[in-house]
């Protein structure tokens, strides 16, 4: 777990990957392209995010012929606060007093720092 977040570095992936697009709802397959994650792995996160109300999950309205319906997730009000909060919190001190406009710099920051651990 990462001290300050109380978020596994693979969580953080997820809230990373959420938060490029918060309002856009995403398939839990494109997650996993994102971040790299294995299903194993990334479902379950998702779940425990949804259970902390962080993330909203829901059924696709219109499954594609021959395809079975999937779940599709996006960051809820909370979740969004909470994923900026921990994302920036990750980042080093000095990209924190970059303030709001190195933000999208420091998410990638976090993202890429977390994929090379």
């Known amino acids: 777990m990462n001290a300050r977040s109380g978020f596994s570095a693979q969580t ?3 809230l990373a990957a959420l938060c490029a697009q918060p ?3 995403c398939h839990g397959y494109a997650l996993a392209g994102q971040t790299g994650l294995k299903s194993g792995t990334l479902y379950p996160i998702l779940i425990r995010l949804a259970d902390r109300g962080l993330v909203e999950a829901c059924w696709q309205d219109e499954p594609q012929p021959g ?3 999937r779940h599709l997730y996006r960051l809820t009000a909370e979740g969004l ?3 900026e909060d921990a994302l920036a919190n990750a980042a080093p001190p000095a990209a924190r ?3 709001a406009a190195g933000a999208a710099r420091t998410r990638a920051g976090v993202v ?3 994929v090379e651990q």
């Open 67 to 69: 395809r079975p319906r």
């Open 12 to 14: 953080l992936l997820v």
């Open 23 to 25: 309002s856009q709802w």
């Open 97 to 99: 007093a970059a303030g």
């Open 112 to 114: 890429a720092r977390v």
């Open 81 to 83: 606060a909470a994923a």
